[in-house]
């Protein structure tokens, strides 16, 4: 889409106006980090993501069991039909959705399959999990991708509306992705976490946001005297 950022999504003329309860996208990896460190928060490490996406359940497909689609309803933004010539909308949606369009996961947290991809902090490697450390790992020190060996890339998750289960089975819990850092989409946006050692301090300084906003939004207004 030419011309198209996270202020026009849709391209130049387009707006945000009415995309507020969306996923923001078309943001490059610099772009969600830089977000996170003003807002007090973290990218999640692939790691925590996946934990997260999980909600609790162990060894399944995706965040709510191994059913794609169950009950016969469809529980998360993705590609229906014959990618990319056929979309049969049957989830409801085109391209993203709102949040909050489909019922969470375990830990109460939604969109952890399909809808937008997500940033992740760690650079991306296809061997790293082989020799990681086996409790919270981080990620490698540098990126390296065999199939494009120069670019550096930054981990994805959760799968997007362009995936489906012909062409992409991205929206897995435990399927991988990776990015060019330097590159946005309009199907990649990215969540932020609050690490525990930091929680604390987040709170405090949220606490203080809201006051000076109230301070600046309600104007002290002095009584008169009669």
Known sequence: LKGANWREPEGQGSSIKNRMDYPVVHVAWNDAAAYAKWAGKDLPTEAQWEYAARGGLKGKKYPWGDELKPGGKWTHNMWQGE????????????????????????????????????????????DYYAKSP?????????????????????????????????????????????????????????????????????LNASARKVEKVQKLEIPQTKSKEK
Not at 112 to 120: A, K, Y
Not at 169 to 193: N, P, Q
């Open 83 to 126: 990618f990319p010539f056929k979309n049969l909308k049957e989830d409801g949606f085109k391209f993203a959705a709102p949040v909050k369009s489909f019922p969470p996961n375990g830990y109460g947290l939604y969109d952890m399959s399909g809808n937008v991809w997500e940033w992740c902090a760690d650079w991306y490697r296809p």
């Open 134 to 202: 086996k409790n919270n790992p981080v990620g490698p020190e540098t990126s390296f991708d065999p199939n494009e060996p120069h670019i550096k890339k930054r981990v994805q998750r959760g799968g997007s509306f362009m995936c489906s289960d012909n062409y992409c089975i991205g929206y897995g819990v435990s399927a991988r992705m990776k990015g060019d850092l330097m590159t946005g989409s309009f199907h990649c946006g990215f969540r932020c976490v609050v690490n525990a050692k930091k929680l604390d301090a987040y």
